[in-house]
């Protein structure tokens, strides 16, 4: 953002309007009023309104930030338009999940949240890795194949959003879960494990505060393999409502700059919170530094 100051920063809001479920203000609306009497050039993308592309706004408007407006999935959506660019990516966090924030340390409250982006509130740029899957899709924070993927998608399906939805999708998710044989592979490893869940972990934490890889760290230029080899309903309920790590007994952690992983049957499969289907094979490689973020300036992060 140093090739604009707070006189001239132009800003570009992309909302996603049914994260988190309804809302009581409008997020366009509540931005306005905060920038009101104030001097940034401040632009609007929502995502459900028939338009010209993202991509296309970027380079018309050359914007010195995009803000994500929403949950993990408008993250990750925003991110991909900002891969190995000097944009940085600011997080107006809104969703039924907001994991990416919450690793970032960003705070809960608009309000402060803007006071980061226009630099009233001590803040910095943070460099952090992605992880790149099957050559084109992007992870910013945590993918997997089996149990949580099918959470992902019996939440989807059942409409109610929140920790409620969750919760309520758990147990059908427990019924219809399997274990998968599963074949890990990169130069360095060539293991066979059965599991209910394989993790590609950016970041330490989901959503609901379960930290699935505690000692995760997003500018390492590495990324962990997580492997849930057992489960139990208490584990499970751990990861909606929980935030103690997941049982080291229970689960085998690899760190890897790239891996391939195999299925023997075709299993379910979400990154970020988006169910993307069943698959039978992933290829995962790190993206080392690719993506710019406000985050708060660290003296703030500590309080």
Same mark, same amino acid.
Request: aromatic share 6%.
């Given at each position: 953002?140093?090739?604009? /100051?707070?006189?001239? =920063?132009?800003? #570009?809001? *992309?909302? %996603?309007?049914?994260?988190? @479920?309804?809302?009581k203000?409008?997020?366009?609306?509540?931005?306005?009023?905060?920038?009101?009497?104030?001097?940034?050039?401040?632009?609007?993308?929502?995502?459900?309104?028939?338009?010209?592309?993202?991509?296309?706004?970027?380079?018309?408007?050359?914007?010195?930030?995009?803000?994500?407006?929403?949950?993990?999935?408008?993250?990750?959506?925003?991110?991909?338009?900002?891969?190995?660019?000097?944009?940085?990516?600011?997080?107006?966090?809104?969703?039924?999940?907001?994991?990416?924030?919450?690793?970032?340390n960003?705070?809960?409250?608009?309000?402060?949240?803007?006071?980061?982006?226009?630099?009233?509130?001590?803040?910095?740029?943070?460099?952090?890795?992605?992880?790149?899957?099957?050559?084109?899709?992007?992870?910013?924070h945590l /993918?997997?194949?089996? =149990?949580?993927? #099918?959470? *992902?998608? %019996?939440?989807?399906?059942? @409409?109610?959003?929140?920790?409620?939805?969750?919760?309520?999708?758990?147990?059908?998710?427990l019924?219809?879960?399997?274990?998968?044989?599963?074949?890990?592979?990169?130069?360095?490893?060539?293991?066979?494990?059965?599991?209910?869940?394989?993790?590609?972990?950016?970041?330490?934490?989901?959503?609901?505060?379960?930290?699935?890889n505690?000692?995760?760290?997003?500018?390492?230029?590495?990324?962990?393999?997580?492997?849930?080899?057992?489960?139990?309903?208490?584990?499970l309920?751990?990861?909606?409502?929980?935030h103690?790590?997941?049982?080291?007994?229970?689960?085998?952690?690899?760190?890897?700059?790239?891996?391939?992983i195999?299925?023997?049957?075709?299993?379910?499969?979400?990154?970020?919170?988006?169910?993307?289907?069943?698959?039978?094979?992933?290829?995962?490689?790190?993206?080392?530094?690719?993506?710019?973020?406000?985050?708060?300036?660290?003296?703030?992060?500590?309080?």
């Amino acid at each position: 953002m140093a090739q604009q /100051s707070s006189m001239q =920063l132009r800003l #570009l809001f *992309v909302i %996603n309007p049914v994260s988190g @479920g309804k809302k009581k203000a409008d997020p366009e609306e509540l931005i306005k009023n905060y920038f009101r009497e104030r001097q940034e050039e401040i632009h609007f993308f929502v995502l459900d309104k028939p338009q010209q592309k993202l991509t296309d706004l970027i380079k018309k408007i050359k914007p010195g930030c995009v803000i994500a407006v929403g949950g993990d999935g408008t993250v990750k959506m925003v991110a991909e338009q900002l891969v190995n660019t000097d944009i940085p990516l600011g997080i107006l966090p809104a969703g039924s999940a907001n994991g990416m924030a919450t690793e970032l340390n960003i705070p809960a409250d608009w309000e402060q949240v803007l006071a980061l982006i226009t630099r009233e509130q001590p803040s910095t740029v943070m460099d952090i890795d992605l992880i790149q899957i099957n050559g084109k899709e992007v992870c910013i924070h945590l /993918s997997d194949v089996g =149990l949580n993927a #099918l959470l *992902v998608k %019996n939440f989807e399906q059942r @409409g109610i959003r929140g920790k409620l939805g969750y919760a309520l999708s758990a147990f059908k998710t427990l019924w219809q879960n399997k274990r998968l044989e599963v074949k890990i592979e990169n130069k360095k490893m060539h293991l066979i494990r059965h599991a209910h869940m394989i993790v590609l972990a950016n970041a330490r934490m989901y959503g609901t505060g379960a930290s699935i890889n505690p000692d995760g760290d997003l500018t390492d230029g590495l990324f962990e393999v997580v492997i849930l080899r057992k489960l139990s309903i208490p584990e499970l309920l751990k990861m909606l409502f929980r935030h103690r790590p997941f049982d080291p007994t229970k689960t085998e952690i690899l760190q890897a700059d790239q891996v391939n992983i195999s299925t023997r049957n075709r299993a379910h499969f979400q990154i970020d919170g988006e169910y993307l289907g069943k698959t039978r094979q992933i290829r995962a490689n790190i993206l080392p530094r690719a993506l710019k973020v406000i985050v708060p300036a660290p003296a703030e992060a500590a309080r």
